[in-house]
């Protein structure tokens, strides 16, 4: 091998080239021998400090470096002579024979070969001769021959010259050789190895070096080690930019002033360095941590494994970003430093030289196109590739979606590229101007990243485009709803083209059609329009009669509809309350009377709605219902509503009734009662129990001159013989007189009827009214001063008789000794105090006291067989303690004595033969 030398430095003036040379002292060995020789006899310490310094260069400095320093000036020598190196290694009986082809050994570089101290190198890979000392680790006499001239060194030859035995500099004195290298290389190093040296390891060893040393020494192309070959091959990809392949392994190779970075890549994909060593251009023993390997042209101690002190390192990472800047986008940021503690010095310089190339440079990839600078890009976290795209216009320096990805947070973080969150994403696209599409494409891709309620507060600020044009920060004050252009006043409702479910998670009222018209804001916003805008009427009304469409509303559901303003149908159109509108053909037009209040909806809103989207709304075609589900007073605008609220125990909580019954032309009730019973929502209102609308009609509607609570269904006995049935069509038995008489029309009615000798009730019907009557003034339901006292009352035997000799029974054994044309019988107890203050008669208790003539037998009510019968069949218990029995019961009355079946007397029970069964009916009536 040479270690090449300057031109022109032979002994004859000549530099070696051409044929080859062999037989002469070339190179002037013998006169450089006497010089060194006189060196060291005029000075024998001069010849310790040599045999000092090149055992401390073998065993210090240059250990281990026997093919690194070969190869290094192999390289330099291909280098100098203009061609692509190649090395050989080979064993041969013994010997270490490193061949290589290039420039041979010249005059100087015999000089630095043998000095120690100097090397004869102006330019290349080297810097120092001395390297070549890294050879005597493995051998004594070390040759180097070249066609040039071949020269030897030799221990033993050596120490003959001296005379001495012992440690001896084997590199200071060279002999002439006459060997020439192997055919085909230009330079061959020759080392007999040393006793104890095993070759075929030494071998392995230098093959373990070969890739690595080609990736080193660019004047290298092939190294042969024993049967292996070892190649580097190159291909240009981009100015700056060569791929390197070296024993089947892949490698880019970034080349820029003084240094190279290369990378290696497995299927495309790069893979970074674990940690290395500063290479310069072999290796040092400065440990880096940077993610690409690094050989570059810096100043080395002269053992070659540290820099010298003050040694630059300034511009070494200016190409360094263009290496990243090669690698696909998702690949990049692998060859970004990770924060962690320097391994060395140099590691610390190199780092932040690279991390701030890296950070001034354009090499990440942004959405919007060309790459970006670390200092001015941005990238979102969490990552969503669809939000990427959405926002590359609005976001500048936004990266890829990739690096997004967790893997590349560090690295990022390394070079300060700033994090996107939900936040600032609200904020950056607050004040946009676009689309609702492409709103509704942002939701979407937000969606996913909402997790969790720091989310949903991030993203609280988000704008939401309304329906109505304007677009509103924050989705909690926005309504979504599912009626499209559903524009309603007073309500931020989202625009159908914008809505998604997130504005929903992120507070925004999901409501249906059904539930805007339940929304008071709506109502309110009907309630206050103003009729002299008929613009602003017209586009209210289609909102609201859209979203009833969609609702399916029926008709009296949502009361407030009433007072949407639609135009009539006269010749200069007029805007009235639905509620005050008819649809064209209504029956219930016919049944009005004169001055009704009603006109006819335009033919055009019913062409564009449809008549029951306008009927839900409370344009008329029958009768027009009202519904409250939580009434608080009577204000519905119902005829009479206070009476009946009034009338109404407990006050009603629910209102169900039909509006306008008022309206009706009295002639037209039997229609208008067909008309209320043909619709099922009037109905409704009419079965409603303890409603409005049957409460009403009993009292207003007339049929045959008499108002409907004076007629009873013909199937209804409780008034028979008093009440009339309903002649005509039937109508519903809630119409019609039932068993309750708070009415006092009714109640003066049946009075008057009880009187009436013409009619002929059956007993139990007249007892029954009687206690109807009672009962309404003991429940305050009628009020007497209300009444007028009738002058005759019926009795119990049917006759009309007399108030003036009538009396209420109150003691039904009374009734034994007074004749039942002057008794009046309802209920008992209460009841006949009621009934006698309403007929204002007296009782069957205020006549003359009767005395029980006699004693009677005490018996037990348990030992009556017929009383314990009687029992079982009521239910009830046999109560306790017993009557007393007469063979025939008599009371002393006026002076006479008459015969009863029983009779109370005080707490007595008195039973005759046929009383018992009576007196026990009183006592279980008495203790129930």
């Known amino acids: 091998m040479s270690t090449p030398g300057v031109a022109g430095e032979g002994p004859s003036g000549a530099d070696g080239a051409g044929a080859d040379v062999t037989g002469a002292d070339v190179f002037g060995t013998a006169a450089l021998r006497a010089s060194t020789l006189q060196t060291w006899r005029s000075s024998p310490t001069r010849l310790r400090e040599d045999t000092a310094t090149e055992t401390d260069l073998v065993h210090g400095g240059y250990r281990d470096r026997v093919l690194t320093e070969l190869a290094q000036n192999a390289a330099d020598a291909a280098s100098r002579a203009g061609v692509l190196g190649e090395l050989t290694v080979r064993l041969v009986d013994g010997a270490l024979r490193v061949a290589n082809t290039g420039a041979g050994l010249d005059t100087r570089g015999v000089h630095a070969l043998s000095a120690l101290r100097a090397s004869g190198k102006t330019d290349g890979v080297g810097r120092f001769g001395v390297g070549f000392t890294a050879v005597l680790s493995l051998t004594d006499a070390p040759r180097v021959l070249s066609r040039t001239g071949s020269v030897a060194f030799s221990a033993d030859r050596t120490r003959a010259e001296l005379g001495v035995d012992g440690p001896v500099p084997v590199l200071r004195l060279v002999w002439d050789d006459d060997e020439l290298p192997p055919a085909g290389t230009d330079t061959e190093v020759v080392l007999p190895l040393r006793v104890g040296v095993d070759g075929e390891g030494l071998l392995a060893v230098l093959a373990g070096r070969a890739s690595e040393l080609l990736l080193e020494l660019s004047g290298l192309g092939a190294i042969t080690v024993g049967d292996r070959r070892f190649e580097r091959t190159e291909r240009a990809l981009v100015p700056g930019l060569v791929e390197l392949q070296v024993d089947g392994r892949t ?516 007892a029954g009214t009687h206690a109807a009557l009672a009962d309404a003034l003991t429940r305050d339901a009628l009020d007497v001063e209300d009444l007028d006292v009738p002058e005759r009352v019926r009795a119990v035997d049917g006759s009309v008789v007399d108030a003036a000799t009538a009396l209420v029974v109150d003691e039904p054994w009374r009734a034994q000794v007074l004749p039942p044309a002057r008794l009046v019988l309802g209920a008992l107890g209460a009841g006949a105090d009621a009934l006698a203050e309403l007929l204002d008669l007296g009782l069957t208790s205020d006549e003359p006291h009767a005395r029980v003539v006699g004693t009677g037998t005490t018996v037990a009510w348990a030992a009556e067989p017929a009383v314990v019968l009687a029992c079982a069949q009521l239910g009830v218990a046999v109560p306790g303690g017993g009557p007393q029995r007469h063979a025939e019961l008599q009371v002393e009355l006026d002076g006479g004595v008459r015969t009863v079946d029983w009779w109370v007397d005080g707490s007595a029970v008195h039973a005759g033969p046929a009383g018992l069964l009576p007196a026990l009916l009183h006592v279980v009536g008495v203790r129930r």
């Open 251 to 766: 490698w880019w190779q970034r080349t820029d002033g003084r240094a190279r970075w290369l990378v290696e890549l497995v299927h495309g994909e790069v893979v970074p360095s674990a940690g290395d060593v500063l290479r310069a251009p072999t290796r040092t023993d400065e440990e880096l941590s940077l993610p690409a390997v690094l050989v570059a042209d810096v100043d080395l101690a002269p053992d070659r494994r540290r820099l010298l002190p003050g040694a630059s390192l300034d511009g070494l990472a200016d190409g360094y970003p263009l290496l990243v800047a090669a690698l696909g986008p998702e690949q990049r940021t692998r060859l970004v430093p990770r924060p962690g503690f320097p391994r060395s010095e140099v590691d610390e310089a190199l780092r932040i030289q690279v991390l701030a190339a890296l950070a001034e440079r354009p090499w990440l990839p942004g959405v919007a196109g060309p790459d970006v600078r670390p200092r001015e890009a941005v990238v979102l976290d969490p990552a969503s590739p669809a939000l990427a795209w959405l926002l590359a216009e609005v976001l500048p320096g936004l990266l890829v979606p990739v690096f997004s990805e967790p893997e590349h947070a560090a690295a990022l973080a390394a070079v300060g590229v700033a994090g996107v969150g939900l936040a600032a994403v609200a904020d950056a696209v607050a004040g946009l101007a676009r689309d609702p599409a492409w709103w509704r494409d942002l939701y979407a891709a937000l969606d996913p990243l909402v997790h969790d309620r720091a989310a949903l507060a991030e993203l609280a600020g988000l704008p939401v485009p309304l329906v109505d044009g304007r677009t509103v920060l924050g989705p909690r004050t926005a309504v979504l709803v599912d009626a499209a252009d559903a524009v309603v006043p007073g309500l931020r409702v989202v625009h159908p083209g914008a809505a998604h479910p997130l504005l929903a998670r992120l507070g925004a009222r999901e409501l249906g059609a059904a539930e805007l018209l339940a929304d008071p804001l709506l109502a309110d916003a009907v309630a206050v329009l103003d009729g002299a805008d008929v613009v602003a009427a017209g586009e209210l009304a289609d909102a609201v009669l859209a979203l009833v469409a969609t609702a399916g509303e029926r008709p009296g559901e949502q009361p407030w509809l009433g007072g949407l303003l639609l135009p009539d149908d006269g010749v200069d159109p007029e805007l009235r309350a639905a509620d005050e509108l008819l649809l064209p053909g209504a029956p219930l037009a016919a049944l009005l009377a004169a001055g009704a209040p009603f006109a006819t909806v335009s033919a055009d809103v019913v062409a564009r709605h449809g008549a029951d989207v306008l009927r839900a709304a409370g344009v008329g075609w029958g009768f027009t219902v009202v519904v409250d589900e939580d009434a608080g007073g009577p204000d519905h605008d119902l005829d009479d509503e206070d009476a009946w609220w009034r009338a109404t125990s407990p006050a009603p909580h629910r209102v169900h009734a039909v509006r306008d019954l008022e309206l009706v032309d009295p002639a037209a009730w039997p229609q208008a009662l067909a008309l209320l019973h043909a619709e099922p929502s009037t109905l409704a209102a009419v079965r409603e129990p303890g409603g409005h609308t049957a409460w009403w009609l009993r009292r207003h509607a007339v049929v045959s001159s008499s108002p409907l609570g004076h007629w009873r269904a013909p199937t209804a006995t409780t008034f028979e013989g008093l009440l009339d049935p309903l002649p005509g069509a039937a109508v519903d038995p809630a119409l019609l007189a039932g068993e309750d008489v708070s009415d006092p029309a009714l109640a003066e009615l049946l009075l008057e009827r009880l009187a009436d000798p013409t009619r002929h009730p059956v007993a139990a019907v007249v």
